[in-house]
């Protein structure tokens, strides 16, 4: 699990399930709200956005 406290908006994630994400807002040190930069077929739509949890994260790609 990544702590996500300290992820800034416009960080990108990289998410469980090969999707890579932007950050659009911290709720709070556990969930983000992010929209779908890039996204394997049938795993979603790029552009949509999402709450995503710490434990769906694998890494940040950059700050």
């Known amino acids: 699990m ?10 990108k994630l990289r998410i469980v399930g090969g999707i890579t994400a932007e950050v659009l807002e911290s709720l709070n040190d556990e969930w983000v709200r992010v929209r779908l930069l ?3 077929e049938g795993k979603g739509i790029v552009g949509t956005d999402e709450l995503c949890h710490a434990t769906d994260v694998i890494e940040v790609v950059s700050v």
């Open 2 to 11: 990544i702590e996500l406290i300290g992820v800034q908006r416009g960080a």
């Open 38 to 40: 890039e996204v394997p």
